[in-house]
């Protein structure tokens, strides 16, 4: 991986977890569980369910956006404002779970939009990286 | 400057203002009339999308004689840049406090 050019928009943190996806499912959609790790919540694993995030310094508001279970999950995350798009993937490997964050820092409309947007944000960074490589 | 990302984001996320601002990232200081020539809009709607980008202090105008030279911004972009970093900062410590659950969980 190139670690040189800042990436701007997007997120992204992984990690190996010596643990079978099932469980960390359960801490990603839980919401006692997701508590303990996260935020105070009212997350509820159902489609275009709206939720919040209670922190210290303020609340985050949510809505699922896909939700496959023990694959991957997916929601709006706006807080500060600013809206992204957090989704979590999940693999299962030889010795547990790949775990990915990522988040995207853009305005998703609608689907059609969001993934219009992704295109161009993805394709404006790129250049812009380019430039300040 | 106080500026957000929120600001930013919102005045690149049109397209077109985009590609106007990305041009004069990649080939520098341009006149109006030179980013006319390529956008494929009016000057009158270069212009007003460059008044945008502007407002957002990610351009800088540089009047001469007749004509407007603008010039990118980089510094502009310094919200983006902090807004990845704190939130991967936040990330990295709840992946820590969910590796702690997850095995408080096997208990």
Known sequence: MNHASPQLRTVTVEREFAHAPEKIWRALTQPHLIEAWLMKNDFVPALHHRFKLQGDWGAVDCEVLEIEPQRSLSYTWAALGLDSVVTWTLTPTAAGTHLRMEQSGFRPDQDQAFHGAQYGWNKFFGALEQVLA | ?107
């Open chain 2, 1 to 107: 400057m106080d500026q957000s990302p929120d600001l930013i984001f919102r005045t690149l996320a049109d397209p077109t203002r985009r590609s106007l601002f990305e041009r004069l990232c990649r080939e520098g200081e341009q006149t109006v009339g030179a980013l006319t020539a390529e956008a494929g809009i009016s000057q009158p709607a270069v212009s007003k999308h460059l008044g945008i980008l502007k407002e957002a202090g990610l351009v800088k105008d540089r009047p001469e004689g007749r004509q407007t030279h603008y010039s990118a911004q980089l510094k502009a972009l310094g919200p983006l840049v902090d807004w990845t970093q704190q939130m991967a900062r936040f990330w990295e410590s709840r992946f820590d406090d969910l590796d702690d659950l997850l095995k408080r969980m096997d208990q």
